[in-house]
């Protein structure tokens, strides 16, 4: 049994009683060559940066010691908060993430923080 509704330009899934689901690919491919891609499922700043990521945008938060300093070290640089914050903004109640915004604390909070 073949499955062609789920393939792109570089594999098709397969199916079969024997194999279960498998990728073939369609011609010969380059060594380190991306042959799929995916959203995660879950992002979360590990512990030990807390203070330097935004929980919310992935953004590095400025910090007093780094504001004179140009380097733009974000995981996910997408420049969406107006109003960063020197050293970041902790969540009142928890005390565990930091934000690197107003806004990133209030989107956080309404879509998941406040049930965590």
Known sequence: ?????????????????????????????KGGECIAQAKPYLLIVNQSRNREICDYCFNSIPSSSSMNNNDNDSINN???????????????????????SGECKENAFEMIHSVE
């Open 78 to 100: 997408n420049n969406q908060c107006k109003d960063d914050q020197e050293d970041g903004i902790s969540c009142q109640n928890c005390k565990q993430v930091y934000y690197c």
């Open 1 to 29: 049994m073949e499955r062609g509704d789920e393939e792109n330009e570089k594999m098709l899934i397969k199916e079969s009683k024997g194999k279960g689901r498998y990728l073939v690919c369609k011609r010969d491919l």
